[in-house]
């Protein structure tokens, strides 16, 4: 599985209050693991640069600007090591902070904020959030985060708000965004709603009109393990949530209803685009005209 370093400096710190409430507010002055980090980068960059001429001035033969350069390298690299510890225990002490954080009781409200910002309707609470097909659980003490959809999932160590909401969105409107064959899911339906039909009824014939419960739909379309794990039932209620979304469900000559569940506790919860709530537990398919 995929995993994804987390990048510094996501946010400052401490976590300023327009990350939790989304106030838009002045900047706030780097913090001192951010300067470090600017320090040792510009550092850096010199280095490489004084390192670059070095080697040209050695291939040409080049003695004054050899010494110069040389002594330039030296110089940068003799303030580096001087400044290193105290700066290695300002960046031990942000990525302290940091992880005081994300175990403190506001990380959530950060991590609501930044996923609302890009559109990812969470449901549910820390650490464990779901939204369809998606699952998201948090695990600070194993340092990652596990995006799941039925037995496919991707671990990330991203702990950012901002950087984690980004890494998560790209999945999900991957999925939301993708075309739904409508006609190929009817196709299915219609086969095993066939199927289901004579069996609990007990007769050659299909009794168009007769309630069929979705549940065992769901399991004649997964009777391979294989299939059930990649087509877990997760997905199966998403493709029912964007079925229900049409007008008029129908398929060739058969038209289709989901009927809405009478016990809450036994239908299977449905979520539109819209975040509509509605539960159903049954599929009926007519055949022609025919609506007794």
Known sequence: ?????????????????????????????????????????????????HWGNVKKAQQ?????????????????????????????????????????????????????AAFAAVDVPLQGEFPTYEFPPFKLTFSPENGYVRLSIGRQSQQTRLFAPDGLAAWVAVQYKRVVNSSFNADRFCRDLLNAY????????KQPGVAWGHPVPLKEIYKLLTLKQSTRQDYPESLFIYDLARLKEQFDISYNQYRFELVPSRNAAKGLLLRDSKGQE????????YANDDTD
């Open 1 to 49: 599985m995929p995993v994804t370093n987390a990048p510094r400096g996501c946010y400052d710190r401490p976590i300023p209050t327009q990350a939790i409430l989304g106030n838009t507010m002045e900047p706030t002055a780097k913090s001192p693991d951010q300067l470090v980090i600017t320090e040792v980068n510009n550092t850096l960059k010199r280095l490489l640069k």
């Open 194 to 201: 066939e199927i289901v039909n004579r069996l609990a009824l």
């Open 60 to 112: 040409s033969w080049d003695f004054k600007s050899s010494d110069q350069v040389l002594t330039a390298f030296t110089e940068d690299i003799e303030r580096l090591t001087q400044s290193w510890p105290e700066s290695e225990q300002i960046l031990r002490k942000a990525i302290a902070q940091d992880q005081a954080f994300v175990l403190s009781a506001d990380y959530p409200s950060a991590i609501a």
């Open 278 to 285: 509605s539960r159903v537990d049954a599929l009926i398919i």
